[in-house]
């Protein structure tokens, strides 16, 4: 089945660490995004990437890297310069193409980070 | 910048009534909008999207848009338990592939 798988399900990081939260997709889908969901809030866009070797910032990109080899993976390190690392991490995907409907996000199951 | 806005609720409805979620968005060149369920803990899930003024029904999920007004609405019909969870408005087309999403309706269906 395709689909877009996140892992771990949960990861801890001490304080200093960096952490890496992995995304791999087999939709063949170009682009690529990482989301952060705080507790009662929307989604705030991190990074993106809409083809390999190029990934723009979000939102509230410091504090987090990304890279893309491979059209396939997307991971991103929480960095030790992200002060409040704790949250839902979800990463998506949307379909081929430019235009109206193509934004449409196909999500992984989320990684929930936390801070020991 | 380009805003979306929903009422947090939560909203408490009665099992079998109707429930109705509104969101309003700031960009006017906006041309698509989404629905997504999201169950606590979960990946949020597209239900509804909408490309055009009126109304798109699917099952019991009505999606209703007024660009002129800068307004799109969820309704769901004959609500059930298990249509309790977050309802999140997300709108996009103002430029790229993104989507900018708001920060979510919590429903309540009770019995």
């Known amino acids: 089945d395709g689909g877009i798988t996140q892992s771990p399900k949960y990861l801890f990081r001490k304080e200093g660490q960096n952490v890496t939260l992995s995304c791999e997709q087999n939709?063949?889908?170009?682009?690529m995004y990482w989301y952060r969901q705080d507790p009662g809030q929307g989604l705030r866009l991190i990074y993106y990437?809409?083809?390999?070797?190029?990934?723009q910032k979000g939102d509230i990109a410091e504090g987090y890297s990304v890279s893309r080899e491979k059209k396939e993976s997307f991971p991103l390190t929480v960095t030790s310069a992200q002060k409040n690392p704790t949250a839902f991490y979800l990463c998506?995907?949307?379909?081929?193409?430019?235009?109206?409907?193509?934004?449409?996000?196909?999500f992984g199951s989320g990684t929930q980070l936390s801070v020991l | 910048q380009k805003e979306v806005e929903q009422n947090s609720g939560p909203l408490s409805v009665p099992e079998g009534a109707i429930a109705s979620l509104n969101c309003t968005y700031s960009?006017?060149?906006?041309?698509?909008f989404f629905w997504y369920r999201q169950y606590s803990g979960k990946s949020p899930e597209l239900i509804m999207s909408?490309?055009?003024?009126g109304d798109k029904e699917d099952g019991r999920f009505t999606a209703q848009l007024n660009k002129a007004s800068q307004y799109v609405s969820l309704l769901i019909r004959d609500s059930q338990p298990s249509d309790s969870a977050t309802y999140l408005c997300?709108?996009?087309?103002?430029?790229?592939?993104?989507?900018?999403f708001g920060t979510g309706t919590q429903l309540k269906v009770e019995l």
């Open positions: 998506a995907s949307t379909p081929p193409g430019q235009g109206v409907g193509n934004e449409k996000l196909f």
């Open positions: 939709l063949n889908h170009d682009a």
């Open positions: 990437s809409q083809i390999v070797n190029d990934f």
């Open positions: 960009d006017r060149v906006s041309q698509s």
């Open positions: 909408i490309y055009s003024n």
């Open positions: 997300a709108v996009g087309g103002g430029g790229g592939n993104k989507l900018t």
